[in-house]
């Protein structure tokens, strides 16, 4: 079963790969004022967006590396917006 995206970078700078963003990403996170966030929360993020966009949970968490459901679940979280918009029918 294929995980992950081997080979693929998502951060590049002029067509090179960066082996390591942790400085750079804790550099922007210190000037654009943003307390209590790790480049971890970007999985979150990212997930959430994904879902948002009508991916399947299957192709997310193949792209992830989840491997179960249970684990992917705990990225996986609805804002007060979208229940109401449920309980609205607006979906």
Known sequence: MLRGLPGVRVFNRNGNPIKSIREVFE?????????????????????????????????????????TMTVFKRYNTV??????????GKI
């Open 79 to 88: 804002s007060k917006e979208e229940l109401k918009s449920l309980v609205q």
């Open 27 to 67: 550099v922007a996170v210190k000037r654009a004022g943003i307390e209590d966030f790790t480049f971890h929360d970007l999985r979150h993020t990212v997930i959430n967006n994904w879902r948002l966009q009508g991916h399947d949970y299957f192709r997310i968490m193949a792209a992830t590396g989840h491997k």
